[in-house]
């Protein structure tokens, strides 16, 4: 069975660097994309940065220089680094992975339960 299990989360002060962690397992007999989304309340679930199945990087716009996304291939880790991050970054950030080239907020396969990120002034 694959499961996705996030850590890291909290609060922290905006303009001070925040690490999530993906912890996974059952990712290891396919390729997969994988990555990050996140949802604040009422607004819809929103993609953060993830891995294309490649290995490719892709960024949300919102995020894109603020945000630094990388991974632990051998314990297939997954790692987001809120390297600047802004009091409209508060949401609850999950990880995802899929069987497809790409991880949209709509097609992947898999979520972890989630984790709360709260930035404050």
């Known amino acids: 069975q694959v499961r996705l299990l996030e850590s890291g989360g909290g609060e922290v002060q905006a303009g001070r660097s925040l690490r999530l962690t993906c912890s996974t397992s059952?990712?290891?007999?396919?390729?997969?994309?994988m990555g990050w989304f996140r949802q604040a309340p009422g607004q819809e679930r929103e993609e953060v940065a993830t891995?294309?199945?490649?290995?490719?990087?892709r960024y949300g716009d919102s995020v894109k220089g603020r945000f630094t996304l990388s991974r632990e291939g051998t314990k297939m880790t997954l790692y987001l680094d809120l390297d600047n991050p802004r009091t409209d970054d508060t949401a609850i950030y999950y990880c995802?992975?899929?069987?497809?080239?790409?991880?949209?907020?709509?097609?992947?396969?898999?979520w972890g339960q989630g984790t709360q990120v709260t930035v404050s002034s």
């Open positions: 995802a992975a899929g069987r497809s080239r790409t991880c949209s907020a709509t097609n992947v396969d898999y």
């Open positions: 059952g990712l290891t007999d396919r390729l997969y994309c």
């Open positions: 891995f294309e199945n490649t290995g490719r990087r």
